[in-house]
Nanobody, 126 residues
Framework: VQLVESGGGLVQAGGSLRLSCAVS????????IGWFRQAPGKEREGVSH????????YYADSVKGRFTISSASAKNTVYLQLNSLKPEDTAVYYC????????????????????WGQGTPVTVSS
């Protein structure tokens, strides 16, 4: 399974971006997809997760109400809509996948994801 993120960029505070995670080598209905981010000097943290099979979603408290995760089966792509962006949202954003039968926790723990994209940078200026 290969994951390719896109859609990152430079945006002013209060602005919006839509990140895409294109999946190949598998269908998204068979995988749980997570979005993570890593800011400079900080550990990677989970942002959002979706189980396309059940359409269950999860959001970290820091992004709840501002970010929206969705999936498009026809495009085999998962999106993360970022609204009301803040400077503290600046990070490299990664998507990751794990087969729906291969994780013990919900949402899956970071170490349970076994496919990762290369990341797309998001910079929010104040």
């Amino acid at each position: 399974v290969q994951l390719v993120e896109s859609g990152g960029g430079l945006v002013q505070a209060g602005g919006s971006l839509r990140l895409s995670c294109a999946v190949s080598g598998g269908i998204i209905e068979d995988y749980d997809i997570g979005w993570f981010r890593q800011a400079p000097g900080k550990e990677r943290e989970g942002v959002s997760h979706i189980s396309s099979r059940s359409n269950i979603t999860y959001y970290a408290d820091s992004v709840k109400g501002r970010f929206t995760i969705s999936s498009a089966s026809a495009k085999n792509t998962v999106y993360l809509q970022l609204n009301s962006l803040k400077p503290e949202d600046t990070a490299v954003y990664y998507c990751a996948a794990v087969h729906y039968s291969d994780h013990a926790y919900y949402p899956p723990r970071q170490y349970e994801y076994n496919y990762w994209g290369q990341g797309t940078p998001v910079t929010v200026s104040s």
